[in-house]
């Protein structure tokens, strides 16, 4: 009994850091792909704020369905998160 006690517990502790780790978060970035600006919706790993993956992104129909190899992810982790501004 203590046993189940004890290994439950530990699985409680594991979820609730692995749930308290990321954070979602929104940036417009400029679509390595594309050239375009897109707002990207990705999550981020909370002690070091690094991006771990995009999960919308507004280059797609629907924004969930993602067919691309998010090198955007690398964008995000370098701070270029900003769509260049043409100059006229």
């Known amino acids: 009994m203590i046993a189940v006690t004890v290994i439950t517990a530990v699985w ?7 749930v308290l780790s990321v954070r979602t978060r929104h940036r417009t970035i ?20 690094r991006p771990i993956d995009v999960t919308v992104c ?13 090198r955007c992810v690398w964008l995000l982790e370098h701070r270029a998160m900003r769509p260049a501004v043409k100059a006229s």
């Open 30 to 49: 400029v679509c390595p792909l594309s050239g375009n600006a897109a707002r990207v919706r990705f999550l981020e790993s909370v002690p070091h704020g």
């Open 58 to 70: 507004s280059a797609f129909t629907p924004p969930s369905a993602l067919k691309c190899d998010q």
């Open 12 to 18: 409680v502790v594991a979820i609730l850091l692995l």
